[in-house]
């Protein structure tokens, strides 16, 4: 399950994010992450970055699911 403290959102165009960690999850040696079809996970805290519009067809996809099991 997706800790939502652990997902940042970035721009469409950036295709590698730095991750140092964070308060919540602690602080670990600044890496570089190459972003995968829009995506990426830190091999060290677990933080995933994701592109704008990965994020949106990710929420739209659970809106329908969402719509769907509502409906039947
Ligand atoms: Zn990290």
Same mark, same amino acid.
Request: proline letters at 1%; charged letters at 30%; aromatic letters at 6%.
């Given at each position: 399950?997706?800790?939502?403290?652990?997902?940042?959102?970035?721009?469409?165009?950036?295709?590698?994010?730095?991750?140092?960690?964070?308060?919540?999850?602690?602080?670990?040696? %600044?890496?570089?992450?190459?972003?995968?079809?829009?995506?990426?996970?830190?091999?060290?805290?677990?933080?995933?970055?994701?592109?704008?519009?990965?994020?949106?067809?990710?929420?739209?996809?659970?809106?329908? %699911?969402?719509?769907?099991?509502?409906?039947?």
């Amino acid at each position: 399950m997706l800790k939502r403290q652990n997902l940042k959102i970035v721009e469409n165009h950036v295709t590698v994010a730095s991750c140092n960690g964070d308060v919540i999850s602690g602080k670990h040696p %600044n890496v570089y992450l190459t972003l995968k079809d829009g995506s990426a996970e830190c091999y060290y805290c677990g933080k995933i970055f994701v592109t704008k519009d990965v994020h949106e067809k990710h929420l739209s996809k659970t809106r329908k %699911n969402f719509k769907k099991k509502k409906n039947v």
